[in-house]
Protein backbone atom coordinates (compact mmCIF):
# COMPACT_ATOMS: atom_id res chain seq x y z
CA UNK A 1 0.00 0.00 0.00
CA UNK A 2 1.26 3.04 -0.84
CA UNK A 3 2.03 5.77 2.07
CA UNK A 4 0.68 9.57 0.83
CA UNK A 5 0.97 12.98 2.45
CA UNK A 6 -2.24 14.23 3.75
CA UNK A 7 -3.80 17.49 2.90
CA UNK A 8 -2.26 19.66 5.00
CA UNK A 9 -2.19 23.55 6.10
CA UNK A 10 0.61 25.00 8.34
CA UNK A 11 0.53 28.49 10.16
CA UNK A 12 3.39 30.22 11.47
CA UNK A 13 3.91 33.63 12.66
CA UNK A 14 3.61 35.35 9.68
CA UNK A 15 2.75 32.45 7.35
CA UNK A 16 0.76 30.25 5.77
CA UNK A 17 1.45 27.10 3.99
CA UNK A 18 -1.67 25.28 2.03
CA UNK A 19 -2.07 23.21 -0.99
CA UNK A 20 -1.86 25.77 -4.29
CA UNK A 21 -5.28 26.54 -5.83
CA UNK A 22 -6.06 27.99 -9.11
CA UNK A 23 -6.35 31.35 -8.03
CA UNK A 24 -2.58 31.39 -7.67
CA UNK A 25 -1.57 30.80 -11.17
CA UNK A 26 -0.68 34.50 -11.51
CA UNK A 27 1.34 34.80 -8.96
CA UNK A 28 3.19 31.31 -9.58
CA UNK A 29 3.73 31.98 -13.25
CA UNK A 30 5.40 34.90 -12.49
CA UNK A 31 7.00 34.19 -9.97
CA UNK A 32 8.83 31.53 -12.13
CA UNK A 33 9.81 33.64 -14.62
CA UNK A 34 12.29 35.43 -12.07
CA UNK A 35 16.31 35.17 -13.06
CA UNK A 36 17.18 33.54 -9.93
CA UNK A 37 14.76 30.47 -10.40
CA UNK A 38 15.71 30.26 -14.13
CA UNK A 39 19.01 30.38 -12.67
CA UNK A 40 19.23 27.95 -10.47
CA UNK A 41 16.04 25.48 -11.27
CA UNK A 42 14.64 22.90 -14.21
CA UNK A 43 11.90 24.84 -14.09
CA UNK A 44 10.74 25.53 -18.13
CA UNK A 45 11.84 29.51 -19.16
CA UNK A 46 9.28 31.04 -20.22
CA UNK A 47 7.33 29.59 -17.19
CA UNK A 48 3.38 30.28 -18.75
CA UNK A 49 0.47 30.55 -16.71
CA UNK A 50 -0.87 27.48 -18.74
CA UNK A 51 2.24 25.22 -17.32
CA UNK A 52 1.61 27.37 -13.69
CA UNK A 53 -2.45 25.81 -13.82
CA UNK A 54 -0.85 22.39 -15.18
CA UNK A 55 1.33 22.14 -12.17
CA UNK A 56 -1.03 22.46 -9.53
CA UNK A 57 -4.05 20.59 -11.04
CA UNK A 58 -2.30 17.52 -12.38
CA UNK A 59 0.99 17.38 -11.59
CA UNK A 60 1.11 17.74 -7.88
CA UNK A 61 -2.02 16.21 -7.13
CA UNK A 62 -0.40 13.35 -9.07
CA UNK A 63 2.76 13.64 -7.16
CA UNK A 64 0.84 13.51 -3.35
CA UNK A 65 -1.46 10.43 -4.70
CA UNK A 66 1.43 8.38 -5.56
CA UNK A 67 3.39 9.13 -2.02
CA UNK A 68 6.68 10.74 -3.84
CA UNK A 69 5.90 14.50 -2.58
CA UNK A 70 4.21 17.41 -1.78
CA UNK A 71 4.00 21.12 -2.41
CA UNK A 72 2.82 23.72 -0.34
CA UNK A 73 2.08 27.43 -1.38
CA UNK A 74 3.49 30.30 0.97
CA UNK A 75 1.46 32.68 1.66
CA UNK A 76 1.91 35.97 3.82
CA UNK A 77 -0.87 35.36 7.12
CA UNK A 78 -1.84 39.15 6.84
CA UNK A 79 -2.71 39.72 2.97
CA UNK A 80 -2.58 36.40 1.65
CA UNK A 81 0.03 37.14 -1.31
CA UNK A 82 1.79 34.53 -2.31
CA UNK A 83 5.09 34.85 -1.19
CA UNK A 84 6.84 31.45 -2.33
CA UNK A 85 6.48 27.49 -3.13
CA UNK A 86 7.71 25.00 -0.23
CA UNK A 87 8.49 21.21 -2.38
CA UNK A 88 8.92 17.90 -0.34
CA UNK A 89 10.12 14.95 -2.91
CA UNK A 90 11.81 11.47 -3.29
CA UNK A 91 9.69 10.33 -0.21
CA UNK A 92 11.02 7.54 1.23
CA UNK A 93 8.36 5.85 3.26
CA UNK A 94 10.21 2.57 4.56
CA UNK A 95 13.63 5.01 5.23
CA UNK A 96 11.13 7.88 6.65
CA UNK A 97 13.20 10.64 4.61
CA UNK A 98 12.35 12.94 1.57
CA UNK A 99 14.29 16.18 -0.11
CA UNK A 100 12.73 19.22 1.01
CA UNK A 101 13.24 22.83 -1.73
CA UNK A 102 12.15 26.36 -1.79
CA UNK A 103 11.42 28.79 -3.84
CA UNK A 104 10.78 32.66 -2.99
CA UNK A 105 9.40 35.27 -4.87
CA UNK A 106 11.74 38.37 -5.90
CA UNK A 107 9.70 41.06 -3.67
CA UNK A 108 9.67 39.17 -0.58
CA UNK A 109 13.27 37.66 -0.30
CA UNK A 110 15.44 39.26 2.80
CA UNK A 111 12.62 39.06 5.19
CA UNK A 112 13.70 35.16 6.50
CA UNK A 113 10.62 33.84 4.78
CA UNK A 114 12.26 30.69 3.03
CA UNK A 115 13.65 29.82 6.82
CA UNK A 116 10.45 30.04 8.55
CA UNK A 117 8.57 27.90 5.89
CA UNK A 118 11.01 25.24 5.61
CA UNK A 119 11.73 24.88 9.21
CA UNK A 120 8.13 24.68 10.14
CA UNK A 121 7.45 22.00 7.39
CA UNK A 122 10.56 19.94 8.87
CA UNK A 123 8.87 20.32 12.30
CA UNK A 124 5.62 19.21 10.53
CA UNK A 125 7.14 16.21 8.74
CA UNK A 126 9.02 15.09 11.91
CA UNK A 127 6.68 15.76 14.49
CA UNK A 128 2.85 14.52 12.66
CA UNK A 129 4.58 12.13 9.55
CA UNK A 130 7.23 10.70 11.91
CA UNK A 131 9.71 11.08 9.53
CA UNK A 132 13.81 10.54 11.00
CA UNK A 133 15.42 12.88 8.00
CA UNK A 134 15.50 15.65 5.73
CA UNK A 135 17.49 16.43 3.14
CA UNK A 136 18.48 19.86 1.03
CA UNK A 137 20.93 20.13 -2.18
CA UNK A 138 21.93 23.69 -2.51
CA UNK A 139 23.94 24.68 -6.06
CA UNK A 140 27.88 25.45 -4.92
CA UNK A 141 27.54 28.92 -5.87
CA UNK A 142 23.98 29.55 -4.62
CA UNK A 143 25.10 31.38 -1.18
CA UNK A 144 21.22 32.36 -0.47
CA UNK A 145 19.62 28.45 -0.34
CA UNK A 146 22.69 27.94 1.41
CA UNK A 147 22.16 30.45 4.04
CA UNK A 148 18.62 29.28 4.62
CA UNK A 149 20.01 25.45 5.24
CA UNK A 150 22.38 27.17 7.85
CA UNK A 151 19.69 29.34 9.82
CA UNK A 152 17.24 26.11 10.04
CA UNK A 153 20.51 24.00 11.72
CA UNK A 154 20.83 21.58 8.70
CA UNK A 155 24.34 20.20 8.37
CA UNK A 156 26.55 19.63 6.01
CA UNK A 157 26.81 16.24 4.34
CA UNK A 158 29.45 16.89 1.63
CA UNK A 159 30.01 17.72 -1.74
CA UNK A 160 28.21 15.58 -4.99
CA UNK A 161 30.99 16.85 -7.67
CA UNK A 162 29.80 17.94 -10.91
CA UNK A 163 25.69 17.18 -10.10
CA UNK A 164 24.24 19.86 -10.74
CA UNK A 165 23.44 22.02 -13.61
CA UNK A 166 22.86 25.51 -13.29
CA UNK A 167 21.83 28.15 -16.08
CA UNK A 168 23.48 31.36 -16.98
CA UNK A 169 21.62 33.69 -19.71
CA UNK A 170 24.31 34.60 -22.51
CA UNK A 171 24.41 37.57 -24.63
CA UNK A 172 21.66 37.00 -26.69
CA UNK A 173 19.10 36.31 -24.22
CA UNK A 174 19.49 32.31 -24.19
CA UNK A 175 20.36 30.40 -21.34
CA UNK A 176 23.09 28.07 -21.22
CA UNK A 177 23.50 25.20 -19.05
CA UNK A 178 26.29 24.97 -16.90
CA UNK A 179 27.80 21.79 -14.71
CA UNK A 180 28.39 22.79 -11.02
CA UNK A 181 28.32 20.62 -7.65
CA UNK A 182 26.07 20.27 -5.36
CA UNK A 183 26.10 20.91 -1.22
CA UNK A 184 24.18 17.50 0.48
CA UNK A 185 22.57 19.25 3.89
CA UNK A 186 20.79 17.31 6.48
CA UNK A 187 18.04 17.78 9.39
CA UNK A 188 17.44 15.37 12.00
CA UNK A 189 14.26 15.41 14.74
CA UNK A 190 17.17 16.06 17.31
CA UNK A 191 18.85 18.80 15.52
CA UNK A 192 15.78 20.76 16.17
CA UNK A 193 14.85 20.19 20.01
CA UNK A 194 14.68 23.29 21.39
CA UNK A 195 14.62 25.03 18.32
CA UNK A 196 10.67 26.83 19.53
CA UNK A 197 7.08 25.96 19.32
CA UNK A 198 5.83 23.87 16.71
CA UNK A 199 3.87 25.38 14.30
CA UNK A 200 0.29 24.59 14.06
CA UNK A 201 -2.04 23.55 11.35
CA UNK A 202 -3.04 20.07 9.82
CA UNK A 203 -3.90 20.36 6.12
CA UNK A 204 -1.75 19.89 2.49
CA UNK A 205 1.11 19.59 -0.06
CA UNK A 206 2.06 18.59 -3.81
CA UNK A 207 4.95 18.61 -6.02
CA UNK A 208 6.91 20.06 -9.43
CA UNK A 209 10.45 19.60 -10.30
CA UNK A 210 13.90 19.95 -8.33
CA UNK A 211 14.81 22.89 -7.25
CA UNK A 212 17.07 25.50 -4.44
Not at 37 to 51: L, M, N
Not at 85 to 94: D, F, M, P, Y
Amino acid sequence: MTSTFPTISISTERLVLRPLDEDDVPALAEMMNDEQVAAWTDVPQPFTEDAARTWITEYAPAERAAGRGLDLAVAEFLTQRLVGVVQLTKANWHVRSAELSYIIAPWARGEGYAAEAALATARWLFHDQKFERVELRTAADNTASQQVAQKIGCISEGVLRNACIAHVRAADGTWTDVRTDYIVWSLLPEDLEGAGERPAGTGGFTSFTDWN
